[in-house]
């Protein structure tokens, strides 16, 4: 059963630290999201990748945060230095091109204090 | 892409079936109608999609009126498990770029014995 992987699945850190995500997206997707969730503001699409080329990040802070894929089965977001504001649920998902599904990962819960 | 509308909740009894509405009035020729959910702690979950025609899988039915200004989501005998928020999207295929997501507030689905 093919899954989107992201680790660490919690994480509690101070404000300043550097935090950095991880997903391993479904083997043979070359499509890979990030989104963020709070309460406020519901589910927001960060910055996605096709064939490990960022496509689009105008949903990123990007002064703090920053988002790669290493490779084709790793792609990892990483914000320095964190804030409080940045505690939320980041979610990974994986797709094939401009196909019709998206796989959501487990997500990622930050606690930023 | 398209704005949609939906209830921010809604009630229905397990086993019965359980409508979801969509209205989607400004959609536009090339944009298909999706349906995701998300249950608690869980990433979004795919559901279904459509363009004009009526679909059916596994978990549901999509039923898009003929002007395809709005549709319905079905879950034909509705289970505990299924509570979750449905969110209704409209997304543009073959734009060239790896299609994004916008997720709304969607419906609150809450299934009851």
């Known amino acids: 059963d093919a899954r989107v992987t992201q680790t660490p699945r919690h994480k509690v850190t101070e404000m300043g630290q550097e935090v950095t995500m991880r997903c391993q997206p479904i083997l043979g997707h070359n499509t890979v999201f990030w989104y963020r969730q709070t309460m406020m503001q519901g589910l927001e699409l960060l910055a996605y990748f096709r064939n490990r080329a960022p496509l689009d990040d105008s949903g990123m802070p990007k002064d703090r945060f920053s988002a790669e894929m290493p490779d084709a089965t790793l792609a990892t977001l990483k914000i320095q230095p964190s804030e409080p504001r940045d505690s939320a649920v980041y979610f990974c998902a994986s797709g094939i091109d401009r196909g019709e599904t998206q796989y959501f990962g487990p997500g990622t819960r930050l606690l930023v204090l | 892409d398209a704005k949609t509308t939906q209830p921010p909740s809604m009630d229905c009894a397990e086993g019965r079936a359980a409508n979801l509405p969509c209205n989607h009035s400004?959609?536009?020729?090339?944009?298909?109608v999706y349906w995701y959910r998300q249950i608690h702690s869980q990433g979004p979950q795919y559901i279904i999609h459509g363009l004009k025609n009526n679909e059916t899988n596994e978990m549901a039915s999509l039923i898009i009126t003929e002007d395809r200004k709005s549709s319905t989501l079905i879950l034909p005998h509705a289970t505990l498990r299924d509570t979750a928020v449905y969110y209704c999207?409209?997304?543009?295929?073959?734009?060239?770029?790896?299609?994004?997501?916008?997720f709304g507030t969607g419906t609150r689905l809450q299934v009851t014995l």
């Open positions: 400004t959609i536009s020729g090339n944009e298909y």
């Open positions: 999207i409209v997304r543009a295929m073959n734009t060239g770029t790896a299609s994004k997501l916008t």
